[in-house]
């Protein structure tokens, strides 16, 4: 093959940008999406757009905790089993009904739990202690414990006040939150779109998953991992398959992509090598390359650039550097897109399980699993976690960062941990 000395030149002379200083370029580029409204049921998961105020107080009125008896408490005083104190009952007010009787003193009012407390009652006896008896067609009830104004009745308002936000704009909405909205009838809610994101692969030596094995060749497992990836942080994939390291194949299929989706991201083909296409690529005039170098392990190749506006995360095809430079990268931009107030993962400081050895100029991010052991956080790393190593991509729920001075950690000491989405056993 014919070589161009000034390109090779070119490729090799990178300078390596710090993680943090990579990060800050490429969320530079993070456009904040447009709202959208979605129905209630599918907002889980979505981003507020705004701080959603209370329309009316809650509760919007006066209620009852407790199945029993609305009363004033002064007409209860001294009351007990030995001197029971008989009131008239005068209203009977199940949940969703409206009191019909203000409460004046000696009269009550049968009440069930969360049903409106009559004007003029201001505690509620619980069932209990209390009995009924009927006197010429009329209902007494019989109280045999003295109580408190104010017990058993949630003043109007006690959990929010009218015009009080409810939820900040940011707010990455729960199931708490949901509860939330749909008690003040918000059932469409305004949430930032979700970034489309077009996924493709570089690599002649890429098989689909359904395709048998052929000498030479692998399964092409990083575009999946994306896809899920991407999902996984609020996302829309749309996959655009795997293409061969052909330049001219590359360059019309980066222009497709961003022409046409929020954020494109790729896998393979950023190193040094003879078909390492998304590498020359982003060298193009046409494209301002942001970087293509990162002091870090997995993923020191990394590379991104940006065109029109729009972002290329351009991640090695080495399954181990694909996954972390996502997390690194990927995940804050697409996270910011929709209006995220944290877009980074969460450091945690956890213990080392066993030793590490490894140490390198760069910042290492070792793939590893969190366990809680005594209600206390450990971290172990995988087995094995180079950068083309792809089967313990699965065993990691964190990712430990190994500075680049260490002379190895010895189990037992303290270390920082970018906690990844899922579960951790203990
Ligand atoms: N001379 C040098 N060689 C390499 C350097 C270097 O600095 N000088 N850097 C090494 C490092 S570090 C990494 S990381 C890799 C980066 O490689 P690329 O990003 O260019 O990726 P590819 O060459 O396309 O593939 C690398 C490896 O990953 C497999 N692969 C690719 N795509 C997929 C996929 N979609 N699913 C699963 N596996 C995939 C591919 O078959 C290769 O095995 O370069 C080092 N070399
Ligand atoms: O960039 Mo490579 O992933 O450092 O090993
Ligand atoms: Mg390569």
């Known amino acids: 093959m014919q070589r161009n000395q000034d390109l090779d030149k070119d490729k090799f002379q990178r300078r390596a940008l710090q993680v943090k200083e990579a990060q800050a370029r490429v969320t530079k580029y993070a456009k904040l999406l447009d709202a959208e409204f979605v129905p209630l049921s599918q907002s889980c998961g979505r981003y507020l757009v705004e701080t959603v105020i209370a329309p009316h107080p809650f509760p919007a009125f006066n209620r009852s905790g407790m199945d029993g008896y609305a009363l004033i408490a002064a007409d209860i005083e001294g009351c007990s089993s030995d001197n029971i104190i008989w009131l008239q009952v005068v209203d009977n007010i199940p949940c969703g009904a409206v009191p019909s009787v203000e409460i004046r003193t000696g009269t009550s009012a049968r009440i069930m739990t969360g049903a409106q407390v ?20 009329i209902t007494y009830v019989g109280i045999r414990k003295a109580q408190a104004a104010g017990r058993n009745i ?36 305004k949430v930032h779109r979700r970034p489309k994101i077009g996924i ?47 330049l001219e194949l590359a360059r019309s299929k980066v222009q497709m992509a961003m022409e046409t989706y929020d954020f494109v991201i790729t896998t393979g083909g950023v190193s040094v090598g003879d078909y390492d296409v998304m590498g020359d690529l982003v060298r193009e005039q046409s494209t301002e390359m942001l970087f293509n170098k990162v002091t870090m392990r997995p993923g020191s190749v990394t590379t991104a650039a940006v065109r029109g506006g729009k972002l290329l995360l351009a991640l090695s095809g080495n399954p181990g550097a694909c996954f972390v430079g996502f997390h690194l990268f990927a995940r804050p931009v697409i ?36 366990e809680i052991r005594g209600g206390a956080l450990f971290a172990y790393p995988a087995s094995i976690d180079e950068s083309s190593v792809m089967v313990t991509i699965k065993d990691s729920n964190c990712l430990i960062i190994v500075p680049p001075e260490q002379r190895g950690l010895t189990a037992g000491a303290k270390v920082t941990v970018i906690k990844l989405p899922g579960e951790i056993e203990g």
């Not at 009559?118 to 067609?137: F, I, K, N, Q």
């Not at 959990?159 to 003040?184: H, K, N, Q, R, Y």
Request: zero cysteines.
């Open 118 to 137: 009559p004007g003029g009652a201001d505690t509620v006896v619980m069932l209990e202690v209390t009995e009924t008896r009927e006197t010429d067609g």
């Open 154 to 189: 949630t003043p109007l308002g006690f959990e929010l006040g009218p015009d009080e936000p409810v939820l900040a704009a940011g707010t990455l909405i729960s199931a708490g939150d949901i509860a939330v909205l749909a008690a003040f009838g918000v059932h469409t809610v």
């Open 200 to 246: 493709f692969a570089t690599g002649t030596e890429l098989l689909e998953v359904h395709e048998p094995l052929q000498p030479g060749k692998i399964r092409n497992s990083n575009s999946p991992m994306l896809e899920a990836l991407v999902r996984e942080a609020g996302g829309e994939p749309v996959m655009l398959g795997a293409i061969v390291d052909d």
């Open 335 to 370: 996270g910011l897109m929709q209006g995220s107030l944290y877009p980074y993962l969460p450091e945690w400081t956890a213990t080392l399980g066993e030793d590490y050895s490894k140490v390198n100029n760069y910042t290492r991010f070792v793939r590893a699993r969190l």
